[in-house]
């Protein structure tokens, strides 16, 4: 992004986004504070440009061991569950495998 800054149509263009899209995500990237609109008359299209703020990153996704823990609970929970519970509501197939967990 250049120093004159860019618009939502631009970035979306870049990343095969519409604009609405690409103003959603200029949005939170700026209350991130990870970019500034340079536009400060209302009702005209955000000149976008990065700000020299480091980003932090963060995980989106669980590791396979925090899933596995996860499943194993659950596993866990189900194998406690009587014969009898089991005949009315049977295990669907994929849930059957407690030796990830043991």
């Known amino acids: 992004m250049g120093s004159e800054g860019v618009t939502a149509q631009a970035v979306g263009k870049q990343l095969k ?6 103003r ?8 991130a504070g990870l970019i500034k609109n340079l ?5 005209q299209p955000g ?3 990065t700000t020299d703020v480091d980003q932090d990153t963060q ?7 925090e899933l596995l823990d996860g499943w ?3 596993a866990r929970l189900l194998a406690t569950v009587t014969t009898w519970e089991r005949w009315q ?3 669907p ?7 990830y967990c043991f």
Do not use: I, M, Q, W
């Open 17 to 22: 986004l519409d604009k609405s899209s690409a």
């Open 93 to 99: 197939p994929f849930l059957s495998p407690l030796s």
């Open 89 to 91: 509501n049977p295990l």
């Open 47 to 49: 000149l976008y440009r």
């Open 24 to 31: 959603r995500r200029l949005h939170g990237a700026t209350d």
């Open 39 to 43: 536009e400060t008359r209302k009702f």
């Open 59 to 65: 995980e989106l996704l669980p590791t396979v061991n």
């Open 72 to 74: 194993c609970t659950v």
